[in-house]
Nanobody
């Protein structure tokens, strides 16, 4: 079975940083496109960073300049480093993987999802 385990969320003050992790089992993340998404209460799921397999990620406007993705192949883990956090970044953050995903960062392209990790940014 494929499992994606997202972690690292929590409560942080505005201007602070968090690093989220997404560890996979049942698939090798380097062989898949990987995306980071978030969903705030009452809002649709929003793409942040998406890569096709083997390529560097593209960032959406919500993530550019403040969020950075990286990976550790040995740990089969990808990371989302989030800096200069704002209250409007408060959301549940998800990682996702799919063999055929594009860089359009559309949630419907992804078959495998982590369970989400809550990020709360206080003002």
């Amino acid at each position: 079975d494929v499992q994606l385990q997202a972690s690292g969320g929590g409560l942080v003050q505005a201007g602070g940083s968090l690093r989220l992790s997404c560890t996979a089992s049942g698939l090798i993340l380097d062989d898949y496109g990987v995306g980071w998404f978030r969903q705030a209460p009452g809002k649709e799921r929003e793409g942040l960073s998406c890569s096709t397999r083997g390529y560097t990620p593209d960032y959406t406007d919500s993530a550019k300049g403040r969020f950075t993705t990286s990976s550790d192949s040995a740990k089969n883990t990808v990371y989302l480093q989030m800096n200069s956090l704002k209250p409007e970044d408060t959301a549940v953050y998800y990682c996702a993987a799919d063999y055929y995903s594009s860089t359009y960062c559309l949630p419907e392209e992804y078959d495998y999802w982590g369970q989400g990790t809550l990020v709360t940014v206080s003002s």
